[in-house]
């Protein structure tokens, strides 16, 4: 199991951008693929970015794609998820995940999950 640790959240004004961190506990943290998913009040969990262990390849849900972008910095076991021209929809808890199985489009994918951070986004 890998330590996953989100930070960036907050409240942003639609239009606006945020930037999430997610910081991993693992050595090896370099041949992970990780991941961001996300979960409103009331709907269920949605995948929506991830990221392969080189960051060669990336993955993003239609939702998101062309205003989200994921990176990663394996000097730093960190992985971010920069959120650009956010909307009210965008509203939810998101979750740092990673895997260990190199896929990395789907929930399935990812053993590991963070304890998430609230982005809040007002009209």
């Known amino acids: 199991q890998v330590r996953l640790v989100e930070s960036g959240g907050g409240l942003v004004q639609a239009g606006g951008s945020l930037r999430l961190s997610c910081a991993a506990s693992?050595?090896?943290?370099?041949?992970?693929?990780m991941g961001w998913s996300r979960q409103a009040p009331g709907k269920e969990r949605e995948f929506v970015v991830g990221?392969?262990?080189?960051?060669?390849?990336?993955y993003y849900a239609n939702s998101v794609k062309g205003r989200f972008t994921i990176s990663r910095d394996n000097a730093k076991n960190t992985v971010y998820l920069q959120m650009n021209s956010l909307k009210p929809e965008d509203t939810a808890v998101y979750y740092c995940?990673?895997?260990?199985?190199?896929?990395?489009?789907?929930?399935?994918?990812?053993?590991?999950w963070g304890q998430g951070t609230q982005v809040t986004v007002s009209s």
């Open positions: 995940a990673a895997s260990k199985i190199g896929y990395y489009t789907k929930s399935a994918d990812f053993g590991s």
């Open positions: 693992e050595r090896s943290f370099r041949t992970l693929a």
């Open positions: 990221i392969s262990a080189s960051g060669l390849g990336t």
